[in-house]
Structure formats: structure tokens, C-alpha cells
């Protein structure tokens, strides 16, 4: 007993992808988009601490390493036990080992903010990967980048925002 004919079962089951295709492609980008700029930065970040060799602890709340020119695609990350250590020859950081890199191989930094994330991102001389940095608030973003030596290069948007709060 079959109540519905092949043709109309075969249009029932097209539609039913046809509209499941559409919720995944067009609903599901929508509501992480939504959810992203639901979020908003922190105004009461951690302080940044002295380590005691004159270098500044940053507290992260991520690390991440990504491909220069692409921003918010990353290859690794690190969200256990990220670093970043503002010293006076240079920035120690940490995504999957520790790493240093002195102020000559700093190209520029730049600072990105989506929703509840504040990343800022410094290019290195010699390579096409970053280290992103997530700080979670324009606040400390600002008094990270106040740490920088002046001669570091900063993006139009890190310089806004470094002017904008002085």
C-alpha cells in the first residue's frame, strides 16, 4: 500500500534536501556570524605582569600561527598554556614550543577584533607564517602595543587604536 507515487516521493525527498542543503549553506554561517559579534571584548583584562628579568608577561587568552595575508585562517594554536613575553630585545611566544624573535625580525603588527576576539598579529621578516596573539580586549591590546619600541612598524588599524585611547 503505497499512499504517495514514485514521482511525488521523488519530489518530497528533493525538496526536503533541497531546503536541508539551504539551512546548512546559508542558516548555519548566519548563526555563527551571529554568535560572533554577540560577543563583545573584555573592559576589565588581566593585568600584565613583570616575569622579573624586565620582560611583560601578556595575558592570552589563545595563540595561534597563521599564514600572512589570510588573518583569520590558522594552522596551529594553543589555548592550555599560550604566551607572550614582551622583552626588551624582543617578544618570546609560545604556540607549540617557545619561541623568540627579536625586534629586527618584526615587520609590523596589527591588530583584528571580532566580537569577543582581540587578536593582535605580528608578520616576521623571512616568513610567511604569524603569530596571533588573542588578548580578548582593545584595553590590553592598547597597553601591549604601548610595550613596543617605537621604531616597530604598526598597521593603520593598531595605530588608530594605540591614538585612539591616548
Known amino acids: 500500500m503505497n499512499w504517495m507515487s514514485e514521482p511525488a516521493q521523488k519530489f518530497m525527498v528533493e525538496t526536503l534536501l533541497f531546503l536541508g542543503g539551504l539551512l546548512v549553506t546559508v542558516g548555519l ?11 563583545r571584548p573584555s573592559i576589565t583584562p588581566l593585568p600584565i605582569i613583570d616575569d622579573g628579568n624586565g620582560g611583560k608577561i601578556v595575558p592570552l587568552i589563545a595563540t595561534f600561527s597563521g599564514l600572512r595575508g589570510l588573518p583569520w585562517i590558522g594552522f596551529a594554536s594553543n589555548n592550555l598554556n ?3 613575553v614582551i622583552e626588551s630585545d624582543g617578544i618570546s611566544y609560545q604556540i607549540s614550543m617557545l619561541r623568540f624573535r627579536g625586534w629586527g625580525d618584526i615587520i609590523q603588527v596589527d591588530v583584528r ?10 608578520a616576521f621578516r623571512n616568513s610567511l607564517f604569524t603569530f596571533d596573539a588573542n ?9 601591549t602595543l604601548a610595550l613596543l619600541p617605537d621604531h616597530i612598524a604598526l598597521t ?4 588608530s587604536l594605540l591614538m585612539g585611547a591616548g
Do not use: E, I
Open 29 to 39: 554561517p548566519w548563526l555563527v556570524w551571529r554568535r560572533l559579534l554577540s560577543g
Open 113 to 122: 577584533s571580532v566580537g569577543a576576539t582581540v587578536n593582535l598579529s605580528f
Open 156 to 159: 593603520d588599524r593598531a595605530k
Open 135 to 143: 588578548v580578548g580586549s582593545t584595553m590590553l591590546a592598547v597597553q
Open 82 to 84: 599560550p604566551r607572550l
